[in-house]
């Protein structure tokens, strides 16, 4: 059986896992360990724990458990001291301060979950994301990242604060993986973060498995504003150290209304213009918008996305790329 890994956190995360679940293929998530926002954030600030809230978008993907488990990991409260906080977020929080070891918040929610296959932080030490842009500015984590929504000075470089080690668990993992998977999610807070631990990225640059970069459907304000399919190939591929493998890039048209909501925040979809310069046998371009309309849960302070992959158009895909 071919072992996927795949590379990332968030809602992207959660697409491509779901999409990837549905195909008969050894599983396993490496998750980025910098976020810093909303509940995730004070749930850090506060009791000084591993971020959970992209590990809980990864093992909720994976879930095969009821759909009552999973609606109770995906509930936010909209009132009281815990407004803001997501449920599934204040579970880990609770496990990591009662067990004597991170793998045993991972495999204790696994079971609850019931979770197909297997989510690996790619650190089990603490650190942020700091962010230095052409224009001389620093954000010394991911949170102030996120927030600098305004600025056009492109990101030229990121590093973590301080350096890490690696998790064992995702080392191993990507040794033994066939094919690697990057995306999608945001460039610089979902993807890159990972590439930055020492040891994983050593073993990206000489590993014998297949690296896949999906494409995000839409620029990020802030980090990738402005950016083509090709600036996003650049700057992964800088931190990666090397080639991908394919790319995966959507050609399908996103509804009106929903592109007006994202110019407000002066987001627009990511413009194909690999067809000049890249090899056609690593580029694959196909529809891949889920024209379902997603909205934000209750009480979540920060923005989302409303256009998403759809997960049955990339299984498919992807089963035709990795299951020939």
């Known amino acids: 059986m071919k072992k996927i890994t795949v590379f990332g956190g968030g809602t992207g995360s959660f697409v491509i896992l779901s999409a990837l679940k549905?195909?008969?293929?050894?599983?396993?998530?490496?998750?980025?360990?910098?976020?810093?926002g909303g509940s995730t954030g004070r749930l850090r600030d506060q009791l000084g724990v591993l971020p959970p809230g992209d590990l809980r978008q990864c093992l909720l993907a994976l879930s095969e458990a009821s759909l009552l488990w999973r609606r109770l990991f995906l509930y936010r409260f909209t009132s009281g001291d815990l407004r803001g906080h997501n449920f599934g977020n204040l579970f880990l929080t609770a496990?990591?301060?009662?067990?004597?070891?991170?793998?045993?918040?991972?495999?204790?929610?696994s079971y609850v979950l019931k979770v197909k296959g297997e989510v690996i932080p790619?650190?089990?030490?603490?650190?942020?994301?700091?962010?230095?842009?052409?224009?001389?500015?620093?954000?010394?984590?991911?949170?102030?990242?996120?927030?600098?929504?305004?600025?056009?000075?492109?990101?030229?470089?990121?590093?973590?604060?301080?350096?890490?080690?690696?998790?064992?668990?995702?080392i191993a993992r990507v040794?033994?993986?066939?094919?690697?998977?990057?995306?999608?999610?945001?460039l610089f807070t979902s993807i890159v973060p990972i590439l930055l631990v020492k040891?994983?990225?050593?073993?990206?640059?000489?590993?014998?498995?297949?690296?896949?970069?999906?494409?995000?459907?839409?620029?990020?304000?802030?980090?990738?504003?402005?950016?083509?399919a090709s600036d996003h190939l650049r700057d992964l591929?800088?931190?990666?150290?090397?080639?991908?493998?394919?790319?995966?890039?959507?050609r399908g048209k996103i509804q009106p209304?929903?592109?007006?909501?994202?110019l407000r925040w002066r987001?627009?979809?990511?413009?194909?213009?690999?067809?000049?310069?890249?090899?056609?046998?690593?580029?694959?371009?196909r529809d891949l918008v889920d024209r379902r309309k997603f909205q934000k849960e209750p009480g979540d302070v920060l923005s989302r996305s409303l256009v998403r992959h759809d997960k049955t158009k990339l299984s498919r895909l992807l089963k035709t790329v990795i299951l020939p």
Do not use: C
């Open 95 to 109: 496990l990591e301060k009662v067990t004597d070891n991170y793998q045993a918040v991972i495999d204790t929610a």
């Open 22 to 36: 549905q195909l008969p293929v050894d599983l396993a998530a490496i998750v980025t360990m910098t976020d810093a």
């Open 237 to 250: 591929e800088h931190y990666l150290g090397r080639p991908v493998d394919l790319v995966i890039v959507n």
């Open 122 to 170: 790619v650190t089990l030490e603490k650190t942020h994301l700091l962010a230095r842009y052409a224009d001389g500015t620093v954000k010394g984590n991911e949170a102030e990242i996120e927030a600098n929504t305004r600025t056009t000075s492109r990101i030229v470089g990121l590093e973590l604060n301080p350096t890490v080690q690696a998790n064992r668990r995702a």
């Open 175 to 186: 040794k033994q993986s066939d094919w690697i998977i990057l995306g999608p999610g945001d």
């Open 199 to 228: 040891e994983i990225n050593i073993l990206l640059r000489t590993t014998r498995a297949k690296i896949v970069y999906v494409m995000n459907l839409m620029t990020k304000s802030g980090q990738t504003t402005h950016y083509s």
């Open 267 to 285: 987001e627009t979809p990511v413009s194909n213009d690999l067809a000049s310069g890249f090899p056609r046998q690593k580029r694959i371009s």
């Open 257 to 262: 209304d929903v592109l007006e909501w994202y």
